[in-house]
Structure formats: structure tokens, C-alpha cells
Nanobody, 124 residues
Framework: QVQLVESGGRLVQAGGSLRLSCAAS?????????MGWFRQAPGMEREFVAA????????YYADSVKGRFTISRDNAKNTVYLQMNTLTPEDTAVYYC????????????????WGEGTQVTVSS
């Protein structure tokens, strides 16, 4: 059974940085999986943030985070990261990691596997 566990979320001041991690388990390797990050703010629908192809050669970002966030992966560690810089209060949300092994899944999903999320709160 695939499990995704996010970590790294916390309270940070506006303008600060955070790095989120997502550790995947339940498979020998996740190198064939597309991995993504989504977020959901209170009262809002979950939205796409970023995604990375299985080999890391293709990166996708929501317009709202382009230039501030960077997604990366370490297939040897079965871990995907989200480096978040120049954070604003509008980035406050629960951040979810997602994964899928199907080759026809688009970068915005639908993903088969989800973590339980990590809270990021940006104070003004």
C-alpha cells in the first residue's frame, strides 16, 4: 500500500521560506511515478501547486507560485520536496503530496495516492 507522508509545515513570517518534504513508501521505487503538490486554504477548494515528472525533467507550476516555489525529487530516497520562498499570507494552506504511476495522468491529476497534508501558516 502506497503511503505518502508530508512534513516541514509550520508557522512562518511573510517573506520567509520553508521546505516541505514528502516521503513515499509501499513500493520498491517511486521513480516511475509523477509526484505533485496541492494545497487547500480554509473555505477554498484544493488547488494544484506543482508537479514533477518521474525523471525530474519536466516541472509544472501554478502561476501563483511560479518563480517562488521549486519542486524537486530524490528517487534514491523516494522523496519529493517543495522549496517555498518569499511566502505570503495567501500561501497559508494545508499542503498535500500526491503520486500516481499511470503514464497518462496529467500533471494536475487525477492522482491515485494522497498524503494527509502538512499545515503551512504565513503570518503578515
Amino acid at each position: 500500500q502506497v503511503q505518502l507522508v508530508e512534513s516541514g509545515g509550520r508557522l512562518v513570517q511573510a517573506g520567509g521560506s520553508l521546505r516541505l518534504s514528502c516521503a513515499a513508501s509501499g513500493r520498491t521505487s517511486f521513480s516511475g511515478y509523477i509526484m505533485g503538490w496541492f494545497r487547500q486554504a480554509p473555505g477554498m477548494e484544493r488547488e494544484f501547486v506543482a508537479a514533477i515528472s518521474w525523471c525530474g525533467s519536466r516541472l509544472y507550476y501554478a502561476d501563483s507560485v511560479k518563480g517562488r516555489f521549486t519542486i524537486s525529487r530524490d528517487n534514491a530516497k523516494n522523496t519529493v520536496y517543495l522549496q517555498m520562498n518569499t511566502l505570503t499570507p495567501e500561501d497559508t494552506a494545508v499542503y498535500y503530496c500526491a503520486a500516481d504511476e499511470r503514464s497518462d495522468v496529467g500533471h494536475q491529476g487525477p492522482y491515485s495516492y494522497w498524503g494527509e497534508g502538512t499545515q503551512v501558516t504565513v503570518s503578515s
